[in-house]
């Protein structure tokens, strides 16, 4: 039997999350918007570039070079419900739109070796004259949840994501234990950027941020009943007020939307990963580690840990209904 004790050092340590930049769009100008972190999508032949006040993401697609010039912004703000998050400002066209002419040909590139905290899913990343950090980061985020194969080209999109922020990182912390007298295995944590919790205000039914402050945290799962490799099990909002998240790993019948068939497993699996973007322009972050092993009421590394983390999860949870501790 694996050393739970020794995982829990593992699963219950605080982790840094990375995710930023602005939505590709026809218009020359990307407006803030809940999406505002994504640069395009599909790209390839990325190289970044960072002068003294403008970023160049050079890249190609479809065949054709793109120049865009991004500007603007840094870090995040805490949420607010009268204040826009901070949001890049992105012209396309590589100056031409904003300042009549080609300005991403005259940057010149100050970057430095980038010597800031790793990041997951990097493509390059650097340290400009000034002692921020700027990162661009590729994710697969729409890949269909339970463990299906994607059936639209949209959920193999590679995003592109760029980010620029100086101090701390976000916070992810990741906790995973059993529920529902531990039949089933369960996630749980909170999301954070220098103490304040990182939650939006509006959001769908289903989960998807509305306003520019909203964060989802996406779970892949390895190994599972899905098959082997890496699967998306799910994906789910950092609650208000608190930042806090929790997610059991039940049997699902399939979404609204996804092809007929039968009812899809329990995804828990030998290894789960983590990732959500940051507030505002701060990076993609992201956690992994090993799962646990099916509760044995004879154990009593698993008696103590399911009883530390039913602690931990009140501290956590607080009030919220959604999330109490089972």
Not at 50 to 60: E, I, N, Q, R, S
Not at 71 to 93: C, E, L, M
Not at 151 to 157: D, E, G, I, N
């Amino acid at each position: 039997m694996r050393d739970v004790a020794g995982f829990l050092g593992t699963v219950c340590r605080r982790t840094v999350l990375v995710g930023t930049v602005a939505l590709a769009a026809a218009a020359i100008i990307a407006p803030a918007a809940s999406a505002s972190e994504i640069l395009t999508r599909n790209a390839k032949n990325i190289r970044l570039v960072v002068g003294d006040k403008y970023a160049v993401v050079h890249y190609t697609r479809g065949g054709k070079a793109y120049h865009p010039l991004v500007w603007g912004a840094v870090n995040a703000r805490p949420p607010s419900r009268t204040v826009k998050q901070v949001h890049f400002k992105i012209d396309y066209s590589g100056g031409y739109g904003t300042f009549g002419r080609p300005i991403w040909k005259s940057v010149r590139n100050k970057c430095r070796p980038y010597d800031g905290p790793a990041l997951p899913k990097l493509v390059v990343a650097c340290k400009a004259p000034n002692g921020s950090y700027w990162a661009v980061q590729v994710w697969r985020r729409m890949l269909p949840n339970l463990g299906l194969a994607p059936w639209k080209a949209s959920q193999t999109a590679r995003e592109i994501h760029i980010s620029h922020w100086t101090g701390a990182l976000p916070q992810l912390d990741i906790y995973l234990d059993w529920v529902y007298s531990q039949r089933f295995h369960h996630l749980f944590g909170k999301f954070t950027y220098k103490g304040e919790p990182v939650h939006g205000f509006v959001a769908t039914s289903s989960g998807s941020p509305l306003d520019t402050y909203g964060r989802n945290v996406y779970v892949d799962t390895y190994n599972s009943a899905y098959g082997p490799g890496w699967k998306r099990e799910n994906s789910f909002l950092a609650h208000n007020p608190r930042g806090n998240f929790c997610y059991g790993f039940y049997s699902h019948e399939r979404y609204a939307g996804y092809p007929a068939g039968p009812r899809r497993p329990e995804g828990n699996g030998q290894a789960y990963r983590v990732h959500a973007m940051g507030p505002g322009v701060t990076p993609i972050v992201g956690w992994s580690g090993q799962g646990l092993s099916d509760y044995d009421e004879n154990d009593p590394e698993h008696v103590n840990l399911e009883l530390s983390m039913r602690v931990l999860e009140d501290v956590i949870h607080g009030s919220d209904d959604g999330c109490a501790a089972r």
